[in-house]
């Protein structure tokens, strides 16, 4: 088992970044669902953009974007997982607080779980910030 675990481990860099790539890009499309209507979400339809989903859209698409890059990567993750910890209990818990399949806040808290250990771990293999010799 101790040579599995050992195999598994060197992978760790690579998967860290594979998580932090795919998740910036399905956080990203939050964003352009609200700003651009790509893909187009009819909740988002007419969005002011300094309303509190304007401003939620601004940040996904520019925070999910340098997460993409690997930029920035552990500042802005932090800042994303406290969105989102903000959006699951400004949007989600008013019918079941401690249930998120039944309040729809499965992506939220997902989200910020995941961003708060992009911030913790930091970015992986692929980023930006390793190319640029900043904080990774």
Not at 42 to 66: K, R
Request: with cysteine; aromatic share 12%.
């Amino acid at each position: 088992m101790n040579t599995f675990n050992h195999k598994l481990s060197s992978f760790q860099p690579a998967l860290l970044a594979v998580l932090r790539i795919t998740s910036a890009y399905m956080f990203l499309l939050h964003g352009t669902a609200k700003l651009f209507a790509l893909p187009h979400v009819e909740m988002f339809d007419g969005l002011q953009l300094m309303s509190i989903y304007g401003l939620a859209g601004i940040l996904e698409v520019v925070g999910g974007l340098l997460l993409l890059v690997g930029l920035f990567t552990r500042p802005v993750a932090f800042i994303l997982s406290g969105q989102m910890a903000f959006a699951y209990f400004m949007a989600h818990t008013a019918p079941s607080p401690l249930l998120p399949l039944l309040n729809g806040g499965e992506p939220a808290a997902l989200f910020c779980f995941i961003f708060l250990y992009i911030a913790s771990a930091g970015g992986g293999l692929w980023t930006l910030d390793k190319q640029l010799n900043t904080s990774a």
